[in-house]
């Protein structure tokens, strides 16, 4: 099951960590040069960012609240679900190859990969933590390793293949696809049995929770501004005078820089709980968003700019390492995949609308970029952050007040 959960993390957060290449590619002149893209398109920042935020599977997640808490239903089934979107995955890289146009590339790169990897991607990692009781922080380190080692494949890859022809990229992309996924397929297991488990969505009563509440916040907040670094850093990058082959090697570090983090953020976890190492990281998001890239823009500073992408490439993936297994442990097996299915819509919604709302912030849609022009995106990365922080502080007291105070929760 890890292994399976593994490759589906390669397979789908690899080309999401990886997207920002892609869309500094889709927003040059190269794209015209290959055919996908006319002239004018190209400078449709919000439109090219939304193929990125349908691809990270936000679109399935927004149905979340109904299937998540049938999940335990599936049984051995999961295996086709997850051919299904595997299948789905590989195909729409191989038609994007066809594209001539921007909205050919939002619906096979961004809506039919969106589908087919919300159906992978909401589904083994929901199942994951009942596998392991005790070292499941540790188990899913391995698990965002793995998407930190796609984040690098595909960023480098791409990097390589963009240059000499975006439609040679994409046809090598969807054969690493479908060859993964075979494996993934085979090693996927159900999810298991618990006594009494609620499968069906949360009703309007679960809203006097003010934990439940809370997290839901959290759970939409994040993930709107979570891709935001990613998505834009080697656009970000260009504006700062970066050449395209650098910016892009930037963005491969800050996802290789990550792959051993998770693996001790996830040790971390299991010693000092999923909480408190979840609330840490979300604050560090806030602090490196707020004191290292907000400055980098304000002063064009390279240096502190090259800084940021490291720490963020250490951090960011933490949120999603750790959301599931604190829901759990918060909530109880009983009620996890019903609250499950309400957090996976809302992420869904923030990863979604995340890449438009950054894309229309930026003051201006012209190629040629100004790392200034980039402030209320920066500061709409840094606030959500800073509200998400004080959310979990909360949640923190409340399952205190009602669990009793223990350091490691």
């Known amino acids: 099951m890890l292994i399976a959960t593994m490759i589906a993390s390669f397979l789908t957060l690899g080309p999401v960590q990886a997207f920002g290449v892609f869309q500094a590619h889709l927003s040059s002149e190269d794209a015209v040069r290959d055919g996908l893209l006319r002239p004018q398109q190209i400078q449709e920042k919000s439109l090219i960012a939304l193929i990125g935020s349908l691809a990270n599977g936000g679109i399935v997640a927004l149905f979340g609240i109904w ?3 049938k999940l335990p239903w599936i049984g051995s089934n999961i295996k086709y679900v997850c051919l299904a979107g595997s299948l789905l995955m590989s195909f729409s890289m191989a038609i994007g190859m066809a594209s001539t146009e921007l909205w050919h590339l939002l619906l096979s790169e961004g809506l039919a990969f969106g589908v087919g990897s919300g159906i992978v991607a909401n589904t083994l990692p929901s199942i994951l933590p009942e596998y392991f009781s005790t070292k499941s922080g540790l188990a899913q380190g391995f698990v965002a390793a793995a998407g930190g080692m796609g984040g690098v494949f595909y960023s480098k890859l791409g990097d ?10 994409f046809l090598m992309f969807s054969l690493v696809g479908l060859y993964l996924s075979i494996f993934s397929t085979l090693l996927a297991q159900p999810a298991r049995n618990v006594s009494r488990r609620k499968t069906t969505m949360v009703d309007w ?3 006097k929770n003010p934990s439940f509440c809370l997290f839901m916040v959290v759970n939409l907040l994040v993930p709107l501004t979570l891709r935001t670094p990613t998505s834009f850093g ?25 792959i051993p983090t998770r693996l001790v953020v996830g040790t971390m976890a299991d010693k000092a709980g999923h909480q408190n190492t979840c609330l840490l990281m979300t604050a560090l998001c806030a602090a490196t968003v707020l004191v290292i890239w907000l400055p980098a823009a304000l002063t064009g500073n390279q240096t502190m700019w090259t800084v940021f992408m490291m720490g963020w490439g250490l951090i960011n993936g933490t949120f999603l390492q750790l959301i599931n297994s604190v829901g759990q ?4 097996p009983e009620l ?4 499950n299915g309400t957090f996976t819509s809302l992420r869904g919604l923030g990863f979604v609308m995340g890449g438009p709302l950054a894309g229309a912030l930026l003051r201006h849609k012209t190629e040629r970029m100004e790392p200034r ?7 709409c990365t840094g606030l ?8 979990l502080v909360y949640v923190r007291i409340l399952d205190a007040k009602k669990q009793g105070w223990k350091w490691a929760r």
Not at 336 to 339: C, I, L, M, P, W
């Open 373 to 379: 022009q980039f402030l209320p995106v920066i500061v």
């Open 67 to 69: 299937f998540v808490p």
């Open 160 to 169: 390589v293949l963009l240059t000499q022809r975006t439609q040679t990229a």
């Open 384 to 391: 959500a952050m800073l509200a998400s922080t004080v959310s």
């Open 234 to 258: 080697p656009i970000f990058g260009k504006s700062m005078g970066l050449s395209p082959s650098k910016a892009a090697s930037i963005h491969a570090w800050m996802s290789l820089v990550g």
């Open 336 to 339: 996890y995949y019903s609250y």
């Open 329 to 332: 442990r918060l909530f109880g």
């Open 205 to 207: 009563s679960t809203l």
